[in-house]
């Protein structure tokens, strides 16, 4: 009967009976009962079968246990074109369809000439419940510039594998086929997950494609490290695992975050100084800068403009901020200077408390006589200088006490004797791995108009304790002015 019932359909209707029986795992004679059971159930009021993507319970099993839940995206469906690129990755790409349909996304799919090689458009066309696209010259859809509704009909275009044939393509606006052309045609947001041989991947040529397309204003996730399809090759070239690229689609698509410091200038130093004793030695401390430069980032995602000025550390400054680099804490407190007003200063460098009162013109010799002298002499003190400003002090600054012993005694002397506002104190004794490490354990100190507040943070990451500080920053920010 379900055969019969199916040959009499028109193709139009056998086609989408088809799509609808591979996405649910079924046979299309399966497909037809469930279809009729529905239709019965739903005259005489009973839940009609889910598919099996929408089934109350997911699947048993390692996969499900492994994945777990995953938010949908932010729109109630947003629409994706996935163009997938000709690489062994290619594979990998039709576990992306599966990864953001997951995530509630409609997706369909784009095969290159290439690509058409490793993975086939019924196999594109099953995962995604989509018709999949190939030809730039397909009479079906070019009759309405089928390209140009792939491009504009969606929320954003993922390129997986982006191969470096691909990404040259797209860097130098070539539109010789489908994939090239609904990326030169469209104004959507643009995410590669390049794949290709490690030495690929370093050939120059490809470095000067890749910094193109950053310039673009196209998103990248990966390559990452690890052993490649040719036998004996590893390094960085594979794609990133679909769960990640769907990871940032996701995180791509999502409404924009609060933006609490808008409008708001914060001074931040970070880093240490170097103080010269002759041309080719100098007094340093052990400071990497990572702190200070994670308090940036967070500014600037905050909304706020950031000035950062650094001290000689071996750090990219983070996207959004004007930084200044200085070698000494002259250097610095004139930077800072240079850079007032601002609404926030945080001092977050580690400057060195002196230097030699004399620096040789030439490199100081050992001789007979042992080492010589060093006279040292005191530094300025840039906290205690901006914070007892009579005209253009910021109205919040705060400073940073490193200590190895008596943390919060220290840290309590320091805010009054500097005449700050706050003081985040750490302990860097050797054994905590804070100076130069990732993760950090502060104490927060707000001095009020009689008293001292103390906010005990849990060990976080330095990143995870410059997010927490600028949300803290924000919250008193907003309290001021309300």
């Given at each position: 009967?379900a ?5 009499k ?17 079924r046979?299309m ?6 279809i ?13 079968s ?10 048993a099993?390692?996969?499900a ?24 990755a290619a ?5 992306l ?6 995530r509630?996304?409609?997706v369909?799919?784009?095969l290159?000439k290439?690509?058409?090689?490793f ?6 066309s099953?995962?995604?419940h ?13 009759f309405?510039?089928g390209?140009?509704r792939?491009?504009r009909?969606c ?9 470096a ?9 070539h ?11 469209t104004?959507?947001?643009?995410l590669?997950?390049?794949a ?7 050939n120059?040529?490809t470095?000067?494609?890749?910094d193109q397309?950053?310039?673009d204003?196209?998103t990248m996730?990966g ?17 990133a ?25 914060v ?9 010269p004793i ?17 308090i ?19 750090l990219r400054a ?6 200044t ?8 407190l ?6 007032l007003?601002?609404?926030?200063a945080?001092?977050?460098?580690a ?7 004399s ?5 100081i010799?050992?001789?007979a ?10 530094n300025p ?6 914070a007892r ?7 919040l ?12 005694d ?13 003081i ?7 054994a ?5 490490g ?8 707000m001095k ?9 943070w849990?060990?976080m990451?330095k ?9 803290r ?9 309300s």
């Open positions: 009967m055969n019969l019932t199916i040959r359909l028109d193709d139009a209707l056998k086609a989408e009976l088809r799509q609808r029986a591979a996405g649910n795992g046979s004679e399966d497909e037809v009962r469930v009729l059971r529905d239709a019965v159930h739903q005259r005489h009021g009973f839940a009609p889910l598919p099996q993507d929408q089934g109350a319970s997911p699947k099993g390692p996969d246990a492994s994945h777990g839940h995953h938010e949908a995206f932010p729109s109630p469906q947003a629409r994706i074109t996935l163009i997938v690129g000709g690489g062994i594979y990998k790409a039709m576990d369809i599966r990864r953001l349909k997951e509630s996304a409609e369909r799919v784009v290159t290439a690509a058409q090689q993975v086939t458009p019924l196999t594109a099953a995962l995604s989509q018709r999949c696209y190939t030809d730039l010259f397909d009479p079906q859809s070019e309405d510039a390209h140009i792939l491009a009909d929320d954003l275009i993922v390129v997986a594998p982006a191969t044939d691909l990404m040259a393509k797209i860097a130098g606006g539109a010789d086929d489908l994939a090239t052309a609904i990326l030169l045609a104004n959507r947001p643009i590669l997950a390049p290709m041989n490690p030495l690929m991947w370093k120059p040529a470095r000067r494609n890749v397309l950053r310039r204003g196209v996730v390559p990452n490290a690890g052993e490649m399809a040719e036998r004996g090759e590893a390094g960085t070239g594979r794609m695992e679909p769960i990640e690229i769907a990871a940032a689609a996701q995180a791509l698509l999502a409404p924009p975050p609060p933006r609490p410091l808008r409008g708001k200038r001074l931040i130093t970070a880093g240490p100084t170097h103080e002759d041309p080719v030695r100098y007094i340093a401390n052990r400071s990497s800068g990572k702190q200070g430069y994670a940036a980032a967070a500014a600037v995602q905050a909304g706020a403009e950031v000035v950062l000025i650094s001290g000689p550390v071996d983070p996207a959004g901020v004007t930084l680099r200085v070698e000494s804490a002259r250097d610095m004139a930077a800072v200077q240079a850079a007003p601002a609404d926030i945080i001092f977050a460098a400057v060195a408390d002196w230097r030699v009162a620096e040789g013109g030439q490199k010799k050992k001789g006589g042992g080492p010589p002298p060093l006279q040292l002499t005191e003190d840039i906290l205690a200088t901006i400003l009579a005209d253009g002090r910021p109205p600054v705060i400073g940073f006490a490193a200590e190895t012993e008596n943390l919060l220290n840290a309590r002397a320091k805010l009054a004797r500097k005449g700050c506002d706050w985040v104190a750490n302990d860097v004794s050797p905590t791995g804070v100076m130069g990732d993760r950090n354990t502060v104490h927060l100190l009020s108009a009689d008293a001292i507040a103390v906010e005990s849990p060990v990451t990143d995870e304790v410059a997010s927490a500080l600028v949300a920053i924000a919250q008193a920010t907003e309290l001021h002015e």
